[in-house]
């Protein structure tokens, strides 16, 4: 039989593949987090040197998807999923570490990233205003955090652990706002796996800098 109303207004269409874009996002996202845990149990015996090499195999999946995501969705996909197994092999000795010294760190890391991450997700998701120019500013203030990171290697300033920690917070409060409006702008389904690999990121991002957080507090 044929469907009664064939017609279907461009506004509701690209709604409808913008619901679409997002489930399959949060899907994608949701998938890329049970591989990292699944990396993250097969990494936690091995040497630090091997957890390096899964760290830069994994940016090398990331890289890939860039290559692939116009040419097969399923190839696209697959290194998706690579890569969140890479970095949880990759984080595995991190999490090792808290586990064993502070239990409890991870924990609370885990439940405010969850809060973080819908808080700031839903608003980027919600707002009007166009983020891109808050993207660009994110990005160059993370550089500037990269180096700031550097110099706490080598200068003991007070409290430095934790101001690095909380200004991460605030950069990548800005990264999950502006990924989330990017899944409400676009139509591409075909964007998905970058789109969920991006979100990942700052889900991983956000739950290191807590966890530093906790650990200070904790101690």
């Known amino acids: 039989m044929d469907n009664a109303y064939p017609y279907q207004p461009a506004g509701l269409a690209a709604r ?28 936690r015996n091995l040497p630090g ?30 290194l998706l999923m690579v890569f969140g197994l890479l970095m949880g092999v990759a984080v595995a000795p991190t ?3 808290y586990a064993s010294t502070d239990p409890q760190a991870l924990w609370q890391a885990g439940a405010a990233t969850a809060l973080f991450v819908a808080g700031f997700g839903a608003a980027g998701y919600a707002t009007r205003r166009d983020l891109t120019a808050l993207a660009r500013i994110c990005f160059w203030a993370l550089v500037a955090l990269l180096g700031f990171g550097i110099l706490l290697i080598f200068v003991n300033i007070p409290n430095g652990a934790l101001i690095y920690s909380v200004l991460g917070l605030v950069i990548f409060a ?21 789109l969920a690999a991006s979100i990942f990121l700052d889900v ?10 906790f650990r200070g507090g904790n101690r």
């Open 49 to 78: 040197w091997l957890a390096f090499v899964a760290y830069l195999a994994s940016f090398a999946a990331l890289i890939g998807m860039q290559f692939t995501v116009r040419r097969s969705r399923q190839q696209t996909v697959a």
């Open 204 to 213: 991983l991002n956000v739950f290191l800098f807590f966890l530093r957080i």
């Open 95 to 97: 999490l090792v570490y």
């Open 16 to 43: 409808d593949r913008g619901h679409v874009l997002f489930a399959k996002t949060m899907g994608y996202v949701a998938a890329t987090t049970g591989l990292f845990a699944l990396g993250a149990y097969l990494g």
């Open 174 to 194: 800005g990264f999950i706002m502006f990924d989330f409006q990017r899944v409400r702008r676009s139509s591409d389904v075909d964007s998905a796996p970058l």
